[in-house]
């Protein structure tokens, strides 16, 4: 069974389009997340959620809209894609919010977006 | 922006142990090491985390220097399968949520 699961896979699309991209957990955990990984590899956090309330969001451009329906799903919509939003996109969860000792995290494999 | 230091690549011949430094010179009383890997097109993987005291897990054993600015992660026995980007992290509490911020890792290449 897979721990965090991201569809779809590989998202191709348009310049201008919108998109959405979902994870789901069946972990149990509380706390949900959104990370970017750019073609340099640097992957930086974007949002993350604990029982579906926001507790980080970084300067991410408001066309970026996390939705968390329940504690076990994150999605992630992106309005008006840009070139620069390619990137591989990465969910993960953890069992204890974010300002725990433990605040082990599972990453998802990865969505890779290419915006044409 | 990331705390850590680590040298960007790394060999280790199969079988051996490999350690992996990472410095964290600004590190504060309270905030954690953890490492990270990422092996090539997958989502990053937890290996181990710690504050003050040496730890070890399955995975590997992380040695960390008494006055906390450095570290090292060490695989016993690489194996290729370590084969992977290793991400040393120092874990930042802002109060009411922690941040893991990755930097460029350690690109440990395990070889026959």
């Known amino acids: 069974d897979t721990a965090v699961s991201q569809t779809p896979k590989y998202l191709v699309t348009q310049m201008g389009n919108d998109k959405s991209i979902k994870c789901e957990q069946n972990?149990?955990?509380?706390?949900m997340y959104w990370y970017k990984q750019d073609s340099k590899k640097f992957l930086k956090i974007m949002f993350s959620y604990n029982n579906k309330e926001l507790i980080i969001n970084e300067t991410v451009p408001n066309r970026f809209s996390p939705k968390s329906p329940d504690k076990a799903h994150l999605n992630l919509h992106i309005n008006s894609l840009e070139l620069g939003d390619s990137a591989v996109y990465f969910c993960?969860?953890?069992?204890?919010?974010?300002?725990?000792?433990?605040?082990?995290?599972?990453f998802g494999p990865g969505t890779r977006l290419t915006v044409l | 922006d990331a705390k850590t230091t680590q040298p960007p690549s790394m060999d280790c011949a199969e079988g051996r142990a490999a350690n992996l430094p990472c410095n964290h010179s600004?590190?504060?009383?309270?905030?954690?090491v953890y490492w990270y890997r990422q092996i090539h097109s997958q989502g990053p993987q937890y290996i181990i985390h710690?504050?003050?005291n040496n730890e070890t897990n399955e995975m590997a054993s992380l040695i960390i220097t008494e006055d906390r600015k450095s570290s090292t992660l060490i695989l016993p026995h690489a194996t290729l399968r370590d084969t992977a980007v290793y991400y040393c992290?120092?874990?930042?509490?802002?109060?009411?949520?922690?941040?893991?911020?990755f930097g460029t890792g350690t690109r440990l290449q395990v070889t026959l």
């Open positions: 992290i120092v874990r930042v509490d802002t109060g009411t949520a922690s941040k893991l911020t």
């Open positions: 972990l149990g955990h509380d706390t």
């Open positions: 993960a969860s953890s069992q204890d919010p974010p300002y725990t000792s433990t605040d082990t995290q599972y």
């Open positions: 710690g504050l003050k």
């Open positions: 600004t590190i504060s009383g309270n905030e954690y």
